[in-house]
Structure formats: structure tokens, C-alpha cells
């Protein structure tokens, strides 16, 4: 009799976990489609299970519920979107939301972005629309919540790849790459302001312009070195980046027009830095700005390859420019010749072909 129980017990178990099994490891009954549930904030695994349960994407519940106390799941589930194929089966969805494996997306954020350029890379997966970003960005509560002495978030974006989540809340996505900026000004760098007598938003504003001007690095102390140099002395910063900043996209050919116009942010115009930064600087802006050279620059020019040419004088200054501006036209002559020469070549071929093609 004892011998039959066990029997009946092993039975019951074996048949059991042959029916886990199959419950577990064949594939949901989707096909190939794809589905993207949401598990919202604050869900218990129960109600993440019961959200699974009505998409069809689990078929036993209690055993699912089951595998989740096994597994710890049912104590802490992530909030987010996970996206679930039909070629997977319930065993994969359940290590899918024990890994919290939720949708995100990658956000590159790059030294020298602009808030339009930002604008519009979380506009590109619908994370804010950019009148949306615009308003946030600019709003004052917002900005008083992260403690921005500025006109808008400009500059307090640090550059960085981001993972957002799909559905995150924009306030929460801005907020995570301020709060990132936050973690790499350090004590070091804030005690380093205090002694030059500089906020945070002047030390960002003079970081962004920096950031701008830059191209190769051993460069920024010294362009860093010019701007003090010229705030020391009270003259003009006159940098060519600020004369377009909310006007042209960067890149864009900065004209004469351009540097007289009258605008917030022009330095050729107002005195001292701009009311707040001008776009993203990096690190090493940001220390470039707080760390100068020690030289006595107050001028600079473009090379045209990269680098630029620092002078003290106005003299040196202005045949440095006549340099640049010779070597620009140079250049300019050469790309027009080489133009010339491809276009030669082009139709020397075109003939040859249709000679060809006679004979």
C-alpha cells in the first residue's frame, strides 16, 4: 500500500513537472509579432503578471506567480516597456523581467551640442517633442528644481551616452543628464571657481565657449588663457561662437553681419560672458576654464587646419589674420583647380566611351 502511494506521489510529480515544462519552454502562441507591454510604476508582480496574462503571453498563471517567488522576482519588478516576440516562450519572458531587460533607447549626447541639437535627438524617439524640450527646458520651476542660475538648461547637459527608458517622463530624462554634469563637477572643481571668483553658470558659459572654439586639445588652456586674459583686462571676448548662438546652426559661415548683430549672446556687442552658456562642454572645457595657461594671449586665429594662432599684440594679431586669410584663399584656389582637373577627367572619359562605342 505505502509502496503504491509513492508510486501515485512520484507520478503526480513527474507529470507535473513534465507539464511545467511544456508550460515553460513552447513558444507563446504570437507567431512572429512583436509586443510591447507596459509595466507601470509601482506594479506589484501580480499585476504584472495579470498585464501578461490578458496579452496572451503567459498561459498558467499560478505557475508563472509560482516561478516568481522561486526566482525572487515577486519581490522588485522594473517599471518599463519590454518588448516579447511570439518565438519566445514563458521561461524567456520570466528571465526577461528578472533581468529588467525594459526598451531603451541610447541617447549620445556630444561635446558642443546645442539644446537644438538635443532637442532634437530626444524628439527622434519620441521621448519629447521639441516645443515640448523647448518649454521644459526654459521653465523656471524646472530650472529652480536643479538649482540653474541660468536662462534655460544650456550647458547643464553633460555629454554623455544616455539609456532612456521608452516612456520616461521628459523631466526625468533631462534630469538624469543634469544630475550627471552634477557628479562630474567635483569639490576639487567648485573649490577651484571659488578662488577665481566664478559661479557655476560663468564657469559653464566660459566652458561651452571654449568647448566651441576648441578642436585639438593642448589648445583649450590657452583659448581658455585669451578669455581671462580679456576679462582681466575688460575688453571684449568677441567669440565668433557666441555672435550666432540661437541664430545659425554650428558649422554655419559666421559672417560680418553676424558679429554686429545685436543679440544677448554677442560678445563682439555685450561685455564680459554671455547670460549663460552657449552649448555642452565636456570635461576637459570645463577644466581648461577653471585651469588657463599661464601666458599672456588676447588673441586668437583659425590656422584653417585645427589649430589657431595666439598673439599678443594687435599688430601680431592682424598679420596672423592676413596669414589665414592668404592661406584660406590659397585653399580656395586649389580646391577650384582640383575641381577643374575632376571635371576634365570626366568628360575625357565620357568621350572616350563614346568613341568607343562608334568604332
Known sequence: MKKNIIITIFCFVLLYIIYAAVEFLVPLPEGTKTKE????????????????????????????????RLTGLHRKIRAGYYSITGAMNPLSVLMLLKNGQIVEYDITIVEGDSLLEIGEKLAETNIVDREGFEDLSKDKSFLRAYNIDAPSIEGYIFPDTYKLPKGIEPENALGMMINSLREKYSDKLKERAAQLGFSEREVLTLASIIEKEAIINSERPLISAVYHNRLKKRMLLQA????????????????????????????????????????????????????????????????????????????????????????????KQMEQEIGKQKETENNNKKNGAKNNGRS
Not at 44 to 65: G, M, S
Not at 279 to 303: E, W
Open 37 to 68: 507591454v507596459l509595466i507601470p510604476k509601482g506594479a506589484t508582480f501580480r499585476q504584472a503578471v495579470d498585464i501578461l496574462a490578458k496579452e496572451n503571453l503567459i498561459r498558467d498563471q499560478n505557475l508563472f506567480i509560482f516561478a516568481g
Open 240 to 331: 565668433d561662437p557666441t555672435a550666432v548662438y540661437g541664430i545659425k546652426r554650428s558649422g554655419k559661415r559666421i559672417t560680418i553681419k553676424d558679429l554686429k548683430r545685436k543679440t544677448p549672446y554677442n560678445t563682439y556687442v555685450i561685455k564680459g560672458l554671455p547670460p549663460g552658456p552657449i552649448a555642452s562642454p565636456g570635461i576637459k572645457s570645463i577644466t581648461a576654464a577653471l585651469y588657463p595657461a599661464d601666458v599672456p594671449y588676447i588673441y586668437f586665429v583659425s590656422n584653417n587646419d585645427g589649430t589657431h594662432q595666439f598673439s599678443v599684440t594687435e599688430e601680431e594679431h592682424f598679420k596672423a589674420v592676413a596669414a589665414y586669410r592668404e592661406k584660406r584663399q590659397k585653399d
